[in-house]
Each structure stands twice: as structure tokens, then as C-alpha cells.
């Protein structure tokens, strides 16, 4: 029972799956659920304008001279993540329900973490100014292409429906917010770094948006539209499309003649999606839709990601170590 000490909880996921539980029990209705919408739109904006305000292009700009890794992390995370998406689709299309479907494409088109990213390729004894241009630049990027791939890919499912309302919609939450925060850094770049705190900001917002759109989702009879063996498949894909990637970011960096550093980076940026940036996205995005159960594949898809990048990473510092 020694290796249960050494398994980290996620307080993070441990927040959401609470405020999950305690939406299913007890939905916002009526004037609250009018409040709560408000709510959550407020935090959206408030979460995008602090990733502005984090994230400096000076940076990220400064580090494409790299570009062959950057070009390769994108790549896995815009494209071969997204065409595994579609395949699973397709693949699954008489076995799960078309919101647990939606909720696995979207899983794929969201962008790459940028805390865990950097952190694991630190202890793993990677590139790390290589994740940190890349992370960033995946999140920078993915304020627009996450958007226009959801309206390339998604507008058939039904499940997603680009009108002049959700683009003002999306303007006003995510891309405005963003850009605000960007133009601010030369008076809030320096207070965000120096409040770590803040962060409670981001996971309070995101805490936020899974409480209304579970709340809305039982409104809607949400989880008569699903089973266990939906759930059930749901894990097993979602470990699946994992386990997948972690081996091929590993084996394509190398055949690409990426040295052992840049391949680690490769790897823990390249198989990572954001929790923080996905489900606030989700809630633009996918606005009047039921929510909670689309949301679902990238909650799995994170806590198993944290699970075997933390495995990874210290087996990689060990092995350097050893050497």
C-alpha cells in the first residue's frame, strides 16, 4: 500500500467533481440560474484576461528560433490530435451518445497545458525553455484556432451551431478579454507574477463553469441520456487516446533526430490538453447546449494525463541520474 502515498490528488479535480456532485443535487433554477449565467460570463472574460496578462509574445516570439520543436508540438496538438478525434468519431459513432461523441472530439482541439507542461519537462530533465515558448504559444494560438476548429469540425454534430451571435459572443468572452490582458501587461504583468494567488481566480472560474453547465445539464435530464457502459467506454477511450500519443510524440520526435531533451518536451507538450482553458472555452462555445456531459472526456482526459506524465517524467529523472 506504499505507492498510495505517493499518488497526488488533485485538489483541482477534486473542486470540480465536488461542484459537479453538488450541481447534480441541487441545480441552480429559475432567477438563480438567471445569476449564475451572468456569473459565469463575468468569470469567463475575468479567466481570459488573466492569461493575457500572463502570457508575454515578447517571449514567445524570442524562442521560435527553435522552430522545428514548436512546429512539431503544434502540429501534434492542432492536427494529429484533432484526426484522432474525427477517427474515434467515426469509430464510435452506434456506441456512445452524440454528446459523450462531441465531448471526445472537443477533447482534441483544446490547447496544451502550460503549468504541468513545464513542470514535468523541468523534472524530467528536458527542454524547458522549449516547453515554455511552446505551451505558451499553444495557448496563444489556441484563443483562435480552438474556436475555428470547433466550427470547422464540430457545426455537422449538432451539437455546435456558429451564429453572429455566438461569434460576438466569443469576441466578447474570450478573444476581447485576451487581448485586453495583452495590452495591459505593461501595468498588470508584474502584479499577476507577483500574486501566485490569482490562480485561485482562474480555478475559482472554471469551478465556476462546471457547476452551471452540470446545472443546467440536469435541467435538461442529462444523465437519462447516458449509461455506465457509456462512462465505461468513455474511460477506455480517453486512457486509449493517451496512451497513444505518449507513444508516438516519443517516437516520432526521435525519428525527427530530436535529441533526448527536446523529445521530453516534445512529449509532455504535445500529449497534454487544457482543463483550464477547455471547459471555459466550452462554455462559449457551446452556449444553450448541455454541457455537462460534453465536458466529461476532457475531466478523465486531465486527471490520467497528470497520473502518467508525473510517472513519466520521474522515471526519466532517475534514468538521467543514473547515467
Request: aromatic share 8%; with cysteine; charged share 10%.
Amino acid at each position: 500500500m506504499s505507492w498510495l502515498s505517493r499518488v497526488r490528488i488533485d485538489r483541482f479535480l477534486v473542486a470540480i467533481i465536488i461542484a459537479a456532485v453538488v450541481a447534480s443535487i441541487l441545480p441552480a433554477s429559475g432567477v438563480w440560474a438567471d445569476v449564475l449565467g451572468w456569473a459565469t460570463s463575468a468569470a469567463i472574460a475575468l479567466l481570459f484576461f488573466l492569461y493575457g496578462a500572463r502570457l508575454s509574445p515578447a517571449e514567445t516570439l524570442a524562442g521560435l528560433r527553435h522552430w522545428r520543436l514548436h512546429a512539431t508540438i503544434l502540429a501534434f496538438t492542432y492536427v494529429l490530435f484533432p484526426l484522432i478525434g474525427l477517427a474515434l468519431v467515426a469509430a464510435t459513432r452506434t456506441v456512445l451518445s452524440p454528446g459523450l461523441q462531441a465531448g471526445l472530439l472537443y477533447l482534441t482541439l483544446v490547447p496544451s497545458t502550460v503549468q504541468s507542461s513545464i513542470a514535468f519537462t523541468s523534472i524530467a530533465r528536458g527542454n524547458v525553455a522549449g516547453a515554455v515558448v511552446s505551451a505558451s504559444a499553444s495557448n496563444i494560438l489556441g484563443v483562435f484556432l480552438t474556436p475555428l476548429l470547433c466550427w470547422l469540425l464540430m457545426s455537422g454534430t449538432g451539437q455546435v451551431a456558429f451564429t453572429t451571435s455566438t461569434i460576438i459572443e466569443i469576441v466578447l468572452q474570450i478573444f476581447l478579454p485576451f487581448v485586453l490582458g495583452q495590452l495591459s501587461r505593461r501595468w498588470t504583468a508584474g502584479y499577476v507574477a507577483a500574486h501566485p494567488e490569482l490562480k485561485l481566480v482562474d480555478r475559482g472560474s472554471i469551478v465556476l463553469v462546471v457547476y452551471s453547465a452540470f446545472s443546467e445539464g440536469m435541467r435538461e435530464g442529462m444523465w437519462s441520456q447516458t449509461s455506465a457502459a457509456d462512462l465505461g467506454m468513455l474511460v477506455v477511450l480517453s486512457l486509449l487516446i493517451l496512451a497513444v500519443m505518449l507513444a508516438l510524440t516519443w517516437s516520432v520526435a526521435r525519428r525527427l533526430g530530436f535529441n533526448r531533451a527536446d523529445a521530453i518536451a516534445i512529449q509532455f507538450c504535445g500529449t497534454k490538453k487544457s482543463l483550464a482553458s477547455g471547459l471555459p472555452m466550452a462554455g462559449v462555445l457551446f452556449a444553450g447546449q448541455p454541457l455537462g456531459l460534453l465536458m466529461l472526456p476532457l475531466v478523465l482526459f486531465h486527471q490520467a494525463q497528470l497520473m502518467a506524465c508525473s510517472a513519466l517524467a520521474g522515471r526519466y529523472a532517475r534514468s538521467t541520474t543514473d547515467a
